[in-house]
């Protein structure tokens, strides 16, 4: 896979309140916090809505299709360890039906030259290692 930084330098720090968005990254799965209270969806995941300031949270599922909102090229290691993966391209993918929340993962497999902002993009999933799977996109 290109793209996609080397596993030793990725760890992944969950909390309280964004253990269950790596326990279904885990399992292949996009969930997100949705407000109990007013059904707004908050991501990333925060204690308090910003629309009630209810704690209350379900985690529902997304298939994790979007839009591309933005991206950048990185060709430049400014880590050491990160030189034999460049160019990687780091996006933020908009998510439909969630009131805006925005992602961010890489475009995987895919020459920086053929992405736009606005191109549709799915989910897809890197293993970083045994248990531990960050989100990635690829142009769809
Ligand atoms: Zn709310």
Partial sequence: MQGVLPPEI???MSTVWTEPFWRAASEHRLVLPRCRA?????????PF?????SQEIDWVEHAGSGTIYSYTVIRHAVIPDVAAALPLIAAVVEL???????IIGNIVDVDPADVAIGQAVTLDWYDVRAGESVPIFRLA
Avoid: A, V
């Fill in 10 to 12: 990725i760890s992944i």
């Fill in 38 to 46: 007013c059904s707004e969806f908050r991501f990333p995941p925060t």
């Fill in 49 to 53: 809505c910003p629309s009630c300031s």
């Fill in 96 to 102: 439909p039906g969630t009131n805006g929340c925005r």
